[in-house]
Structures are given as structure tokens and as C-alpha cells.
């Protein structure tokens, strides 16, 4: 086996590096549960050399380091169960010179050096993805799905370890085989090596594990997440899935006939549904896939958390592969927020699916239009780089910050943070893209209203449409002209209704002069009008309604005047008020026989 | 300081109502506009009357639609 090659490095090793530093106790669990590997290791330091050390070195087989995806130290302070977490610490790959070639060397490097004889207590966890081997590595639809683990029974490390042991966790199912080593104990689905004792550094006994595993092997071989702001009150999320089933292949053929009668023996190693948790208020959730709407899903909630479960279009056997979309909006107020003028968002960065390793992911930030100096704060490192995308009532296009982290695991689900500034003002960009297109259109229906679109300009029926137009527009004045007649008609009869009550000559007197003067310019403005109609062919029809509407205005003119000098000579003599009623009785009928006329031959030309 | 959520404008549960009740004044605007332009003569239209119409109308009618597509869970 490969652990041979790197028995033989360990054994050309000259001399034990680093070894001022001791570690008193080692615990290691390692969870197999599923197809994450998660390796918890509890570790006492202790400084027994005369320098201060400042760092303590984690190393990892090459092989296993490729497959690390995140890892994470805790200091602890305290003794047995009072301890307490102190924090985490930052860990960082390092190449010291004098390290063996195969292997990878992490640094935790400590707040506080450690002096002589001074100790402390550190968990670190390491979580890898793919470390799972199917062995076989191809099985049929009724086989059980068997993996291959490979790990060191002892603590590989460049310090001597004192008193250590590792328990290895499997889920509660067969076991095919195990190293048997000194002090191995199997106990339930736990296999114990250990302790062993006084052992010098980088020692190294490989254990091989054989078992039976049907979790999900559920791995995303590609995962965009699309986030994107909107100020009007949503966060949307849409996120697109490339996953397969990375477990043991499946070979031979399929019967869904078999799986569907007997699914936990004809079908053990399939997974056929998967729970995402979504955020608290997530609403207008859809799943889909390029042909439509996948309707095997359902979603239930509460205060806390949504959960969805989504079972893909077919059950997933080794090696099979599918895509879909799943997407949900999100309440603006518990994503968005605003610290001294600038604005930030505040999500979690991996994928809400459970325990889904993915190999690429990339996050990216739909900022709003106009959004400035963006900076991106994430735990952990990622590729950073920004790009534009047009959406709905875009000019300029939307900034949009990409984020790509290769090997993600439900670890990486911390929140992070992309800082922009933004004016309120900017939000109003969309809504004024809308009012100026309305504004396009009306604009454009007056200008085809005003344009002359006909083709020939000379021939008969265009110049007499024009004629006619001109004639409607003459009459149109007309019309016009009259009525602001009739207004001043009505003024006359009201300056009358003012004598009678107040008596006031003067006043009436004046106003029979403006409006004298004003009928007079009308009747002016009237000539050259009545004088195109009469020359007009087109207006033959209509003129003499016209002339008649003129003539019985000029009537009624004369009429009234007759009767407000009458009026008014009556007053100025100080006669009766039954005496003014003889005089002008006779005008009164003919007037409102006038008028009665008038207002009929104005509706009719009206609607020409 | 702490840092401030910070929501939409206007409440989301009146978008529906505010985009039923924009776009019939704007119809109701745009509905006067048209029957202007097809009484009037080309002679005896006023350019003033009509491009206000116009603006007023498309005013109503654009925060209208950017309140239905809200509604309808488009957010822009």
C-alpha cells in the first residue's frame, strides 16, 4: 500500500525538529457518520525546553492535507470540566525547512508564548472532504455501499506524545474490517485504539477501516449562489446545483420497479431526498430545473428556521448526476443593515443544504445600481473578484461581487459581510426609467398627431381634407368668438341685477362701456373669419348656419342694449319699478326667445 | 453604535394597493389624453395642454407599474 512510501520518508528522517515542546495528552475522535470527515483532536501542551514558544505546529500526510477543507483551533483555559473556551485561533499553512517532504505543516500561532514549563489546552478540528474511499468501487442497485478510511492509530506529530488515543465513530451499521492493533476495542459502532504511551515524534501506525456507509454522499460539483439586493425591500437568492452522487458507482441496470417495492434493500445506497434550512421569513421559495417546475418538494416553518425538503426528479445512485434551481426571497430588515453611512449585508456564505460537500462554490453579490466603494469581509480566505450584470431598469449596470472558495463544508456556513455606500436618492433611477418611457410614448403619439404623413400633396383629396380642416378650425373660432359673447351678455344682465339692488349708476355705466368696447373687437376679430367661410367651397354647407348664428347674436346684441339704456334712463329719472317692468317687458320675451335660438344653432355647429 | 436595519421605504403590504390605485389615475389621465387628441383639430390643439397631459399621466402610470412589478415579486 501507499503507506509504505510513507513509512520509508518517516524513516530517513535524520533528526526530531522542534522538540522543546511536549503534548502530556492526546484525544482524537474521528466522525464517520457521514461523508464529511471530521476529526476533533483535544491536545495538552506543554513547554519543557528553556525558549518561549509562540506557535504550535499541526502536521497532516500530504494526502490527507489535500483533502483538508477547514480547520479551526480553540484555546481553552481551565481544568477537567470548568474549562472554557478562550476563542479560536488563526491557523496558517507554513513550510518550515527541516520538515519531511510529505507533509503539510499548519501553525497555530498562540496569543501568549509559552514559557518554561508552562502548559496549555488546544482542540483543533479538521474537517476533510473525499477522504471516504468506496471500496468496492462499483457496486450494482442491490448492493450495500462499503467505504475505505485510512488513518494513523498513533498522533502524527513533530512533538513526543506522552499518553494518547483516538475513537473512531461509524454509523450504525456493519463492519467489514478493522486494523487490529495492541489495545483495539470495538464497542458498538465505536472502535477504540489506545492509549499508548511515551511515543517519540512523527510516529505513525496506519489504520485501515472497512464499513458500511448509505449516507448521502451529496456533492455539488458546482454551486452558484446569486444573491442579489434590492432597496425596495427584498433580498433574493437563487441558487443553481450541479450535484452528484460521489459514493460507489452504480453498475449494471437500473430497475425501477425493484426500488420502488423494496427502496432500503434494492436501493440502500440511493439517496432520494435532501433538507436545506432557510433562513426564518423566507417566502416565495421555488424548486426547478430546466424543463420546469420540480413538484416534489415541501416546506414547513416556523419562528426560527424553514426547512424544504427537495427529492430530485429520480433517486441518486452512484455516479448519477442532476441539476436544479432552488430560490427564495428574504426580508430586507434582517439581511441589510447601515453602520456609520455605509451599508452592508449580512448572510451566511455556504449553501443551506445539509451536510452537501461542494467542490466549487461562487457567491455572487447582486449590489443595487449606484452602489460604491464595496469591500468584502469573509472568515476564511476566497478568491475576490467583481463583475457587472444588466437586470430589470438597468443603465449602467448592477456591480456584483464574485466570491469562489473551492471544498466548502457546512462549516464554511459562517456569515459574512460585503460593505458599500449608496444614496436613497439612486433608488429613484428605476422609477424614473418607467415615468420617461410612458413619457416616450405620449410624446410620440403627439408628434404622429401633429405629423402630416400623406403621401401626394397635390392630389384633390388631400387639399380638400386641409380645406376642411381649415373651415372646422374657422368655425371652431367662431364658436369661440360667440360664447365669449354670450359671456359678456351675461355680465350686462348681472351689472342690471346690481342697480336694481345697490342703484349705483356709475358702476352699470362703466360696465356697459368695457363691454361695449370688448363686443366691438370682437365683432372685429369675427370679419375675417365670416369672410373666409363665404369664400370657402367647402363651407357652403355650413355657412349659412353660421350667418344665422351671427345674425341672431347681432340681434340679441341690439336687443340688450335697448333695454340696459332703457334701464338705466329709467333710473336716471327715478321712475317706478313697476313702470321699468312695462317698458322693458317687451324686450324681456324677445330676448329669451333669442336666446333660446342661439344656444341651439352653437350645439349644432358644435358638433361639426 | 449599533448597527441599524434598514428596510423599504414604504411598507410591502401596501404595494398592491398603491399600484391598483396609481395605475387608475393614470388610465383615467391617459384615457382624457387620447380623447383630446382625437377631438381636437390639428389647428386647434394646444402642444402645452397636451405634454402636460402626457407628463402628469406618465407620472401616475410609472410609479403604478414599478408598484405592480413590486407586488408581483419582481424586485427591481
Known sequence: ?608 | MAPKPIGSPIPDSLYPTLSVLMLAIGLVITASFFIYEATSTRKSRSLVKELTTGAVASVFLGFGSLFLLLASGVYV
Open chain 1, 1 to 608: 500500500m501507499r503507506f509504505d512510501l510513507f513509512l520509508f520518508t518517516l524513516a530517513i528522517l535524520s533528526s526530531p525538529v522542534l522538540s522543546d515542546l511536549v503534548l502530556p495528552k492526546v484525544e482524537r475522535r474521528i466522525d464517520l457518520t457521514s461523508q464529511v470527515v471530521r476529526i476533533t483532536t483535544s491536545l495538552k501542551v506543554e513547554n519543557t525546553g528553556s525558549d518561549l514558544v509562540s506557535e504550535v505546529l499541526l502536521t497532516f500526510p500530504d494526502r490527507q492535507a489535500n483533502n483538508l477543507a477547514y480547520s479551526t483551533a480553540t484555546l481553552y483555559e481551565g481544568k477537567g470540566k470548568a474549562k472554557a473556551s478562550a476563542g479560536s485561533l488563526p491557523v496558517e499553512l507554513v513550510h518550515p525547512k527541516d520538515m519531511p517532504p510529505s507533509l503539510t505543516v499548519y501553525s497555530v500561532s498562540l496569543p501568549k508564548a509559552l514559557g518554561k514549563g508552562e502548559g496549555l489546552m488546544l482542540d483543533v478540528l479538521a474537517v476533510f472532504t473525499h477522504a471516504l474511499q468506496p471500496f468496492p468501487e462499483k457496486i450494482t442497485q442491490a448492493d450495500i455501499q462499503l467505504v475505505l478510511f485510512q488513518e494513523s492509530a498513533h498522533y502524527l506529530s513533530p512533538y513526543a506524545v506522552k499518553a494518547q488515543s483516538l475513537t473512531v465513530k461509524l454509523p450504525d451499521a456493519r463492519i467489514e474490517s478493522y486494523t487490529r492493533l495492541e489495545n483495539t476495542k470495538v464497542h458498538g459502532s465505536e472502535i477504540k485504539y489506545g492509549p499508548y504511551e511515551n511515543l517519540p515524534p512523527f510516529s505513525y501506525s496506519p489504520v485501515v477501516i472497512h464499513f458500511e456507509s448509505n449516507q448521502p454522499f451529496a456533492v455539488a460539483k458546482e454551486l452558484v449562489r446569486e444573491i442579489e439586493i434590492s432597496h425596495w425591500g427584498n433580498v433574493q437568492v437563487t441558487e443553481h446545483y450541479n450535484l452528484v452522487h460521489d459514493g460507489a458507482q452504480s453498475k449494471g441496470e437500473f430497475s425501477r420497479l425493484d426500488y420502488q417495492a423494496r427502496p432500503y434493500v434494492r436501493g440502500a445506497s440511493a439517496f432520494r431526498r435532501l433538507v436545506a434550512k432557510l433562513p426564518p421569513r423566507a417566502h416565495s421559495v421555488y424548486y426547478r430545473d430546466e424543463i420546469g417546475n420540480i413538484s416534489t418538494s415541501s416546506l414547513w416553518g416556523d419562528s426560527k428556521k424553514m426547512e424544504m425538503e427537495i427529492e430530485p426528479r429520480y433517486p441518486m445512485f452512484g455516479g448519477w448526476k442532476t441539476a436544479f434551481t432552488i430560490g427564495y426571497g428574504l426580508p430586507l430588515r434582517d439581511f441589510l443593515f447601515e453602520l456609520n453611512g455605509e451599508r452592508f449585508l449580512n448572510i451566511s456564505f455556504g449553501s443551506p443544504v445539509n451536510e452537501l460537500v461542494i467542490d466549487a462554490l461562487f457567491v455572487k453579490v447582486v449590489l443595487p445600481e449606484g452602489s460604491r466603494e464595496i469591500s468584502v469581509s469573509v472568515p476564511f480566505p476566497v478568491k475576490q473578484r467583481q463583475e457587472t450584470k444588466f437586470s430589470h431598469l438597468d443603465v449602467v449596470g448592477r456591480p456584483v461581487v464574485v466570491l469562489e472558495k473551492n471544498n466548502v463544508v457546512p462549516e464554511h456556513n459562517e456569515h459574512f459581510q460585503v460593505y458599500y455606500k449608496f444614496s436613497s436618492l439612486s433608488m429613484l433611477m428605476e422609477p424614473l426609467m418607467l415615468i420617461s418611457g410612458f413619457f416616450f410614448l405620449f410624446v410620440a403619439c403627439i408628434a404622429y398627431m401633429h405629423a402630416d404623413l400623406s403621401i401626394s400633396k397635390s392630389s384633390a383629396s388631400y387639399l380638400s381634407k386641409l380645406q376642411w380642416e381649415e373651415v372646422q378650425a374657422t368655425v371652431q373660432q367662431v364658436h369661440n368668438i360667440i360664447s365669449r359673447c354670450l359671456a359678456m351678455h351675461d355680465k350686462l344682465e348681472a351689472s342690471l341685477r346690481d342697480l336694481s339692488r345697490t342703484g349705483d349708476i356709475q358702476a352699470c355705466k362703466a360696465t356697459r362701456k368695457s363691454v361695449d368696447s370688448l363686443l366691438k373687437e370682437l365683432s372685429k376679430e369675427l370679419k375675417p373669419l365670416i369672410a373666409f367661410l363665404q369664400s370657402s367651397f367647402q363651407a357652403a354647407q355650413i355657412f349659412p348656419k353660421v350667418e344665422e348664428l351671427i345674425a341672431k347674436e347681432r340681434d340679441l346684441q341690439e336687443r340688450l342694449m335697448a333695454k340696459h339704456s332703457t334701464v338705466v334712463d329709467c333710473y336716471e329719472k327715478k321712475l317706478g319699478g313697476r313702470e321699468i317692468e312695462n317698458r322693458i317687458a317687451s324686450h324681456h320675451q324677445k330676448i329669451s326667445i333669442l336666446r333660446q335660438e342661439i344656444d341651439d344653432l352653437m350645439e349644432f355647429i358644435d358638433e361639426i
